[in-house]
């Protein structure tokens, strides 16, 4: 297990072969589905072989079981972005309605200026890995894990817990020291509960999955509600991707909404957007390039993908820092949830990537001692 980790397929051919399966049992297969199962094996092998043609791996594990960037320069900025995110969950939860407590329906309402908070208050997900990466103290980065994971319970937002529990999962997996406490015992829980607090999320927000107009397999329906929406989840997108491959349906407008900010919406619920079930309305990372440009156009961003990944794990075999290592989590997330929505190629994940970009180019304007610790981040 820990050898797979370094393999940049990991993280995105073996989710989307996990997604082809759990579609293939949770749908009965019809001819609408072949185009689709052919395109993401398809993808996922060109994936396999290309991780063996250009040898790109991960640093070995050992070099990241000496991360600790507590008392750095870079670890106390990077500290300070973690109190400014927190304190914009909290202005979140302070000035707008709490959809779980209030009104779940409300969870996507961003009026009166929460979508400028929710902006910052979204990147919930980066406080539970920094809370081990940036402090030593065991009651801070126990407050900052429950603010990162109880967050995006609060507003229901079970993208952005899944993010978080990935995150602190892998950056649990790759310290791996005694003073972190980790080891599977801790993360089998962790993703465990993390599964259960998804399922009641889900029915909290679009109530139970009975009577979908979906061709839903017997295994499916014979499955407890707990364990519906997982499988949904996980196989939806990939089913949505192969029905509008069939029915050959073009539409760039998608696409450019969620790459040009402000330029659009990027719901697909209400459009004319030909899905089987509206309201499950998810798509895989390359739904949009489907719309846009055919299949074609959804294995160019598969290519895309794959590069990113690549990039983000050859700036860690250069220098691991406290920002690179948080580029390769965010794209090694959007990777892994590749076949479900689509995150790699919006503005917001651009404009995150350059944060953390920009962030050491500042050092260059900083006294001459702040600068030589920010050097090699």
């Known amino acids: 297990m820990s050898a797979a980790l370094r393999y940049p397929s990991f993280y995105l051919a ?7 399966s759990v579609m293939l049992v949770s749908f009965e297969f019809s001819t609408a ?38 008392g750095t320069r870079q670890g106390a900025v990077a500290a300070a972005l973690c109190w400014l995110v927190a304190g914009f969950c909290v202005i979140d939860l302070t000035f707008f309605p709490i959809p779980l407590v209030v009104d779940p ?25 920094l809370a081990f990466l940036c402090f030593r103290s065991k009651a801070t980065r126990i407050a900052l894990v429950v603010i990162g994971l109880i967050f995006p319970i609060l507003v229901i937002d079970r993208n952005r817990l899944f993010a978080a529990i990935f995150s602190l999962g892998l950056t649990l997996v790759l310290l791996q020291r005694r003073s ?45 509600e707990g364990v519906k929406w997982p499988l949904l989840y996980v196989s ?21 909404s969620q790459l040009i900010p402000f330029s659009g919406s990027v719901e697909t619920l209400g459009t004319d957007i030909p899905l089987d079930a509206p309201t499950i309305n998810v798509g895989t990372e390359f739904f949009p390039f489907l719309m846009a440009a055919g ?7 598969v290519l895309l993908l794959y590069g990113m990944l690549l990039w983000s794990i050859v700036l860690l075999r250069r220098t691991i820092s406290v920002w690179r290592f948080l580029i390769f989590l965010r794209i090694a997330y959007v990777s892994v949830m590749s076949p479900f929505a689509p995150q790699a190629f919006t503005w917001t994940n651009f404009g995150f990537v350059a944060l953390c970009l920009m962030i ?18």
């Open 14 to 20: 073996l989710p989307i072969l996990l997604s082809l």
């Open 33 to 70: 589905m072949v185009g689709g199962v052919l395109f993401f094996t398809t993808a996922a092998v060109a994936i396999v072989m290309m991780d063996f043609v250009l040898d790109i791996r991960l640093p070995p594990l050992q070099s990241f079981q000496s991360m600790d960037f507590a």
């Open 105 to 129: 329906s409300s969870y996507a309402i961003f009026e009166n200026g929460r979508n400028h908070v929710r902006h910052i208050s979204n990147l919930s997900w980066i406080l539970p890995p």
């Open 180 to 224: 972190v406490l980790l080891s599977w015992k801790i993360i089998v829980p962790l993703l465990f509960g993390g599964l259960a607090a998804f399922s009641l999320l889900g029915v909290v927000r679009s109530g139970t999955l009975n009577h979908l107009n979906l061709p839903l397999s017997r295994l499916f329906e014979s499955s407890p």
């Open 236 to 256: 939806a997108g990939l089913y949505n991707f192969s029905s509008i491959l069939a029915k050959n349906y073009q539409n760039a407008g998608f696409l450019l």
């Open 295 to 301: 299949w074609s156009g959804a294995f160019l961003s």
């Open 360 to 377: 050491p180019v500042a050092a260059h304007f900083l006294p001459g001692g702040v600068r030589e610790e920010l050097k090699g981040s």
